[in-house]
């Protein structure tokens, strides 16, 4: 293995731009995808893991459905569903930009595992708060609103702290479809300038902060919605 | 408005000659790196529960670095390092079953320290106290009841491991997802191709996972 050669970041890429600027971007764009489909999960998945909880045969069947599938696809053939097969079928969402059909795949592909968990948070909740609700007059929905979710989504905080890590390294499978980020800029560059190992490490390593950079707000979240004398909210 | 689709073309032909050569190659390296991420991650659940700072640490470090970067990169990083480290370039078939099988001991490890944290402490002391040697223990006593405890986690585990296969699409190995779409574009018919495997996969998946939880239901019944 030759020597380490650093400067490769401050050569040209033909484009315009060094090798850095290209990098910088590339992160810009994972964590593009991340944040973005981080919203779609957070939102499909807590809607479908409240589905499974109600008392409707229906709606608990839908939302076991929904879990199924998104659960027991590999997260590449997703993409490629999304990028390949869901435009050609409705051809309304031809010119939908990649990155959008991207965050739609890894949305709903992360939505699954977050559905597990939000029920999973709901259930962990006695069952007499839900009778406690409903007996003092408030409709489901508001029993929901009031009573169940509040307590349920500071329950799931951690594990829904490793998913967002985990859609962080997920977003790398954008790759397949030419998004341009991280995983894409490492192996263009590693091609374009047979720089491997100091190519990869960068990115490595802006995957690294990247995750430890989610891992804090999240713990941060977690320390303001604390509730004093309930689980973990020692104040 | 929808365009028609046409499976017509997946004939048995297409599918003994693109298809089943990867599936073949994506079974193959589930059940290595299955097989030998579980022998590598008890061995580095055992290292980290040891006590001694020299094990617990070079264990540590390498589940938690491992678990930290994404998949793909490192498929990427051992494609690139394993040629420079043996010195002559290596296929991406035999890459991607080292890597995967390196990548999921640190996986498997996580699991299975959970499952030797699951047998109570007295057992170990108390076959201490008849004599036994640590590795009569571990063998004898903690490990047979720490694979049983975490044996459908271990299986959940293979079936995430079974869809992460498909990433070997990054070195361009021929996996079950390359099959489909080698058929997809020789066919020129890639929406159909790429539906097939989503089903197929689908499938496979859904089938082991229910499979798993009536395992889950026998073994709760028997302790």
Same mark, same amino acid.
């Given at each position: ?13 033909? /484009? ?91 949305? &709903? ?43 349920? &989504? ?41 720089? /491997? ?7 490595? /390593? ?30 | ?223």
């Amino acid at each position: 293995m030759g020597k380490w050669d650093w400067q490769v970041f401050l050569q040209d890429t033909g /484009g315009g731009r060094t090798y850095l600027e290209w990098l910088m971007s590339a992160w810009g764009w994972t964590l593009s995808v991340a944040i973005l489909s981080l919203i779609v999960a957070l939102i499909v998945g807590s809607l479908m893991g409240i589905l499974r909880t109600t008392p409707s045969k229906l709606l608990v069947a839908i939302g076991e459905c929904w879990t199924e599938l998104f659960r027991n696809i590999p997260l590449l053939v997703q993409i490629f569903l999304w990028y390949h097969v869901i435009p050609s079928i409705f051809l309304v969402l031809r010119g939908l930009p990649s990155i959008i059909l991207v965050v739609f795949a890894l949305g &709903f592909f992360t939505s699954a595992r977050i559905s597990e968990q939000v029920k999973a948070g709901i259930q962990a909740l006695p069952k007499g708060q839900r009778y406690a609700g409903l007996a003092m007059g408030l409709t489901l929905p508001q029993t929901y609103r009031y009573v169940l979710l509040p307590m349920a &989504f500071r329950i799931v905080i951690p594990p829904l702290t490793s998913e967002s890590m985990n859609i962080v390294k997920n977003s790398s499978v954008a790759f397949a479809v030419s998004i341009a980020e991280l995983t894409m800029f490492a192996m263009q560059a590693q091609e374009e300038t047979s720089r /491997g190992i100091e190519v990869y490490l960068a990115v490595t /390593g802006l995957y690294f902060i990247s995750a430890f950079a989610i891992n804090r707000v999240a713990m941060f979240i977690e320390h303001r919605v604390q509730v004093p004398g309930m689980i973990g909210g020692g104040k | 408005m929808m365009t028609a689709l046409d499976f017509s073309f997946l004939n048995w032909n297409v599918v003994s000659n693109f298809i089943l050569k990867g599936l073949i190659f994506s079974t193959q390296l589930t059940v290595i790196a299955m097989l030998g991420g579980i022998a590598i991650g008890t061995a580095l659940a055992l290292m980290r529960l040891s006590g001694i700072k020299w094990l617990v640490m070079p264990a540590a470090f390498y589940v938690n670095t491992l678990r930290s970067i994404p998949l793909v990169m490192v498929i990427l990083w051992f494609f690139l390092l394993i040629p420079l480290l043996i010195g002559r370039p290596m296929g991406a078939e035999l890459s991607a079953i080292i890597t995967f099988t390196i990548f999921e001991a640190a996986y498997y490890s996580e699991i299975m320290r959970a499952g030797i944290q699951s047998v109570p402490k007295g057992q170990v002391y108390a076959g201490y106290a008849v004599g036994m040697t640590y590795k009569q223990c571990m063998q004898l006593i903690v490990l047979p009841q720490a694979f049983r405890n975490m044996l459908p986690v271990l299986l959940t585990q293979t079936i995430i491991l079974f869809q992460d296969t498909s990433l070997v699409y990054a070195i361009g190995a021929y996996d079950l997802l390359k099959g489909f779409e080698v058929a997809g574009k020789n066919f020129n018919r890639p929406v159909e191709t790429y539906l097939t495997a989503a089903v197929v996969y689908f499938i496979i998946c859904f089938g082991l996972s229910m499979l798993v939880r009536q395992l889950q239901k026998k073994i709760a019944i028997i302790r």
